[in-house]
């Protein structure tokens, strides 16, 4: 084919092409049942990377993503719907929970008992004043002084709603800026697991409240013991039963896919056994990582290089030899956590460009609303940095509080789930809404700052 | 706390959780949408893991995923309907088709236009008699005979699913037996990547039919033109440009995550665009992995520890110098495939255990099925072991006719598409499976007695 005719069948593909790709012909094959995901999938992977531009003015990428997001979900304002279908999209709604679920486990692999164990301490004071102080100011202080109208049920609402912590945007920017082994980090997980088992007996408490009336205390102690019992527990059978779990399999195949999906497999079972016992599963896919070490997988393969390397070393002169050493003990013991990098980048933006769509702009637009959210925002911000000053010693306490801060997933499910039970209407719904935003869209860069000027 | 206090918290967590894990008491918190899908995932993936014991009789895992699909799928038979859901999950569904999308993108990946060209004209009549030959005695003469009840619709479809290679299969084998570079191996690869695409026009004609009653002559030639039309101009739109889109997104960030979401993202643009314009989408992934070659990627970084590597190689002495290049060309240069791998081994089990869960062990029991089966499995053999004999000279045709015969997920997929068409129906669906279990299964020990006698 001569140059000339390789441009016309190009040209003619284009013509043929282009109507077909935008509006869509359609699947004469019987084809293409989840064609429409896969370009969804494609389109928010391509746009949550271009948006790691963001990094350009030392913000971290997950803000971009979330940006992205929100605007993605608002090009509907400009006459723009092609992407809305996406915000009730069954299996991107599926993929995105996958996508934050990976992230925790793969923070809970690159974190370790031992190091969570030993911030035990201030982490559980960091959560219960992240609890008790956001929770006291919004049914008997702010909720009241700027919602007068709203009954005792409503206000208990947005008490356990401004209890929320959403350690995912936290994590990820501790991750994008390289700081999840400092010790504000591991308090602020710590607290964010205990959190989260304090807002599962909140909202338990606060939901028999509302529809039985009262709760007993020994209700509550139930509900309290089943949480605790349930943590220590998972951690305690996974921690016995994962490396021989591991010695069964290895006897049936040593290979890299052996290894890496029985980890992959772990990360998904305990964010299952959490959400069945009514915590969420990133908290459960946090502590399946937490169990998982390096010598549950030393009876597997060592990543092909690494083999060869190991080999090298064997019979190399001195310098080298000590270099390679060097690198085949570094790599060999990062090997999970390098096989789930790739899942990690696929799935977790995901996560964070679909929470961006679910912000409404139009919310912002009554002025009235927008106002008493402002002022309860001002209550969530200053509920958890309070609660950073319960970090302890040798630690900055304004890193720790404002990584508390960020409500997230968290904080709309208490808002749903208020909604649900009738307490939680229009306006109220509205202004939960605007405090989860802010508090999850501002949360990255103040952090990212005041990591920076710690390091500096 | 003492081993005996942590073992009776074990024991109590376990007798609490197990009859909640078992009968789901159930996700108050408002948590846990997905979590069902979570533990299916795991499940599925810790089956098919376990499966690749088969690998011990010499058999592909392959196969050991379809079996335990096979066995999954029909513990309802004992009363144990557990996984009875999986089969009409519609997410999960999804994360088969996703499986198999990456698989064949993997697989172009592993591909490259070049290679492919020259394997030249033997691959092409090899793989042109391995469509016609099957195809013609499954519509015209072993389906008549078999099944006279058949439409023509159902054999045009049993017909379809005879001319089917299996790449991931026979390149396996293959591989297993260490004769990837053989000319048989060349030859076999080569007729099979140009089967698929045959294929793949066969399925769009097919279907045509079906679903429109008829097709004309001037249709079936638009049909293979705007499959030849699509893949040429996917082909060459995607040669020019990847290297351009790869260029403004090398100067957003050049990042291991980056590189890899593009190749990802481009793999699921092409099997949207297939199946837009009515190829499956796995031909549309294969086209994307086929375009994209390490040239792509250069502005991208290599992984921390080819850098590591290529900086030793610098002053290393004589040996160590020639071994640390050539480590460091091959693994830069495999990349993408390496990244591709984790995701490959969440998602691509899924596909084939699921497509095994789609077999009704009931049709088994009957003998007429079965004899039916056992002929159509004849007839996939002796169709492909005459397409072997095109081979040319200098070759052993065996080897090539045997190579062809594993139907794999390409025939199994012409079987779905047959069913949700409607035209294949129990008992004929079941004869498909069959006949790809027993191709699958019967040529890795027939290949590997060839391979040897040809080696002694």
């Given at each position: 084919m001569s140059r000339l005719t390789v441009y016309a069948v190009v040209a003619a593909g284009l013509v043929y092409m282009i109507p077909t790709l935008v509006w869509g012909a359609g699947s004469e094959g019987g084809h293409g049942?989840?064609?429409?995901?896969?370009?969804?999938?494609?389109?928010?992977?391509l746009a949550a990377k271009a948006s790691s531009?963001?990094?350009?003015?030392?913000?971290?990428?997950?803000?971009?993503?979330?940006?992205?997001?929100?605007?993605?979900?608002?090009?509907?304002?400009?006459g723009i719907t092609f992407f809305e279908p996406i915000k009730t999209d069954e299996i991107i709604g599926f993929l995105a929970e996958l996508g934050v679920v990976i992230l925790l486990f793969q923070i809970g692999l690159e974190s370790n008992i031992k190091e969570m164990s030993k911030v035990g301490l201030p982490a559980i004071m960091v959560a219960i004043a992240g609890v008790v102080v956001p929770f006291g100011l919004g049914v008997y202080v702010a909720g009241p002084l700027l919602m007068p109208e709203a009954d005792m049920n409503t206000l208990l609402f947005i008490g356990a709603a401004l209890t929320a912590t959403s350690v995912g945007i936290t994590a990820r920017v501790f991750k994008d800026l390289g700081k999840l082994q400092t010790r504000e980090s591991q308090i602020v997980l710590g607290a964010a697991v205990i959190d989260d088992v304090m807002g599962l007996i909140i909202l338990a408490v606060v939901s028999a409240i509302v529809t039985v009336g009262s709760i007993t205390g020994s209700a509550v102690?139930?509900?309290?013991?089943?949480?605790?019992?349930?943590?220590?527990?998972?951690?305690?059978?996974?921690?016995?039963?994962?490396?021989?779990i591991s010695l069964y399999f290895s006897k049936i195949h040593t290979g890299i896919g052996m290894k890496f999906t029985l980890a992959f497999a772990v990360g998904l079972l305990f964010a299952y056994a959490a959400a069945e016992i009514g915590l969420a599963p990133i908290i459960g896919a946090f502590a399946g990582g937490l169990i998982l070490d390096a010598v549950v997988f030393r009876r597997f393969k060592r990543p092909d290089y690494v083999e060869e390397l190991a080999e090298m070393e064997a019979d190399a002169p001195a310098p080298i030899k000590g270099k390679l050493a060097d690198i085949v003990h570094r790599y060999?013991?990062?090997?999970?956590?390098?096989?789930?990098?790739?899942?990690a980048q696929v799935f977790v933006p995901i996560f964070f460009v679909v929470t961006g769509m679910a912000v409404d702009l139009t919310t912002f637009a009554d002025t009235t609303i927008l106002a008493t959210a402002l002022g309860i925002t001002a209550v969530a911000f200053f509920g958890k940095i309070v609660a950073g000053l319960f970090a302890g010693k040798g630690v900055n306490k304004w890193i720790v509080g404002f990584g508390m801060v960020p409500r997230g997933e968290v904080g709309l499910i208490f808002a749903t789930i208020g909604a649900g039970l009738g307490v939680i209407t229009g306006g109220v719904f509205s202004v939960i809404i605007i405090m989860v935003i802010l508090t999850t869209l501002l949360t990255p860069p103040i952090l990212t700052h005041l990591l920076r000027k710690q390091t500096s």
């Amino acid at each position: 084919m001569s140059r000339l005719t390789v441009y016309a069948v190009v040209a003619a593909g284009l013509v043929y092409m282009i109507p077909t790709l935008v509006w869509g012909a359609g699947s004469e094959g019987g084809h293409g049942a989840h064609a429409l995901t896969f370009l969804f999938m494609a389109l928010i992977l391509l746009a949550a990377k271009a948006s790691s531009l963001i990094e350009r003015f030392g913000q971290p990428s997950v803000l971009g993503e979330l940006l992205v997001g929100v605007v993605l979900g608002n090009l509907a304002l400009f006459g723009i719907t092609f992407f809305e279908p996406i915000k009730t999209d069954e299996i991107i709604g599926f993929l995105a929970e996958l996508g934050v679920v990976i992230l925790l486990f793969q923070i809970g692999l690159e974190s370790n008992i031992k190091e969570m164990s030993k911030v035990g301490l201030p982490a559980i004071m960091v959560a219960i004043a992240g609890v008790v102080v956001p929770f006291g100011l919004g049914v008997y202080v702010a909720g009241p002084l700027l919602m007068p109208e709203a009954d005792m049920n409503t206000l208990l609402f947005i008490g356990a709603a401004l209890t929320a912590t959403s350690v995912g945007i936290t994590a990820r920017v501790f991750k994008d800026l390289g700081k999840l082994q400092t010790r504000e980090s591991q308090i602020v997980l710590g607290a964010a697991v205990i959190d989260d088992v304090m807002g599962l007996i909140i909202l338990a408490v606060v939901s028999a409240i509302v529809t039985v009336g009262s709760i007993t205390g020994s209700a509550v102690a139930f509900i309290i013991f089943k949480a605790i019992l349930f943590l220590g527990s998972a951690i305690l059978i996974g921690q016995i039963l994962a490396p021989t779990i591991s010695l069964y399999f290895s006897k049936i195949h040593t290979g890299i896919g052996m290894k890496f999906t029985l980890a992959f497999a772990v990360g998904l079972l305990f964010a299952y056994a959490a959400a069945e016992i009514g915590l969420a599963p990133i908290i459960g896919a946090f502590a399946g990582g937490l169990i998982l070490d390096a010598v549950v997988f030393r009876r597997f393969k060592r990543p092909d290089y690494v083999e060869e390397l190991a080999e090298m070393e064997a019979d190399a002169p001195a310098p080298i030899k000590g270099k390679l050493a060097d690198i085949v003990h570094r790599y060999e013991h990062r090997h999970v956590e390098d096989l789930i990098e790739p899942v990690a980048q696929v799935f977790v933006p995901i996560f964070f460009v679909v929470t961006g769509m679910a912000v409404d702009l139009t919310t912002f637009a009554d002025t009235t609303i927008l106002a008493t959210a402002l002022g309860i925002t001002a209550v969530a911000f200053f509920g958890k940095i309070v609660a950073g000053l319960f970090a302890g010693k040798g630690v900055n306490k304004w890193i720790v509080g404002f990584g508390m801060v960020p409500r997230g997933e968290v904080g709309l499910i208490f808002a749903t789930i208020g909604a649900g039970l009738g307490v939680i209407t229009g306006g109220v719904f509205s202004v939960i809404i605007i405090m989860v935003i802010l508090t999850t869209l501002l949360t990255p860069p103040i952090l990212t700052h005041l990591l920076r000027k710690q390091t500096s």
